[in-house]
């Protein structure tokens, strides 16, 4: 599967930020779907997760309360909604998919083997 990201940009602290991830491909719906983000100077980090049934979703302590992610297997499209943003959440945001992650895995880069390009979102303070 190819993923797309977009709707990154610039944003005051509190505000918020839709990010979408457009895939290819007839499996999508079969597909876990995963967003991680990378700040400069750090490694690649999990920030959500999301089941083939969105009923089952998982998130990063530190976006807890404030993203969602939500996917909709009609337009192949998975979305990260960002609420209450902060600067420590300037990064890059890497859309991931992968159809055989485990539960235990779901947080894990490496069990994910299709990426997006990403794109920036920046938080201004």
């Known amino acids: 599967v190819q993923l797309q990201a977009s709707g990154g940009g610039l944003v005051q602290t509190g505000g918020s930020l839709r990010l979408s991830c457009a895939a290819s491909?007839?499996?999508?719906?079969?597909?876990?779907m995963g967003w991680f983000r990378q700040a400069p100077g750090k490694e690649r980090e999990f920030v959500a997760a999301?089941?083939?049934?969105?009923?089952?979703?998982y998130y990063a302590d530190s976006v807890k309360g404030r993203f969602t992610i939500s996917r909709d297997n009609a337009k192949s499209t998975v979305y990260l909604q960002m609420n209450s943003l902060r600067p420590e959440d300037t990064a890059i945001y890497y859309c991931?998919?992968?159809?055989?992650?485990?539960?235990?895995?779901?947080?894990?880069?490496?069990?994910?083997?299709?990426w997006g390009r990403g794109t920036q979102v920046t938080v201004s303070s």
């Open positions: 999301i089941k083939w049934n969105s009923r089952h979703t």
């Open positions: 991931a998919a992968d159809p055989s992650v485990i539960q235990s895995n779901l947080a894990s880069r490496t069990a994910y083997r299709s």
């Open positions: 491909g007839r499996t999508f719906m079969s597909y876990v």
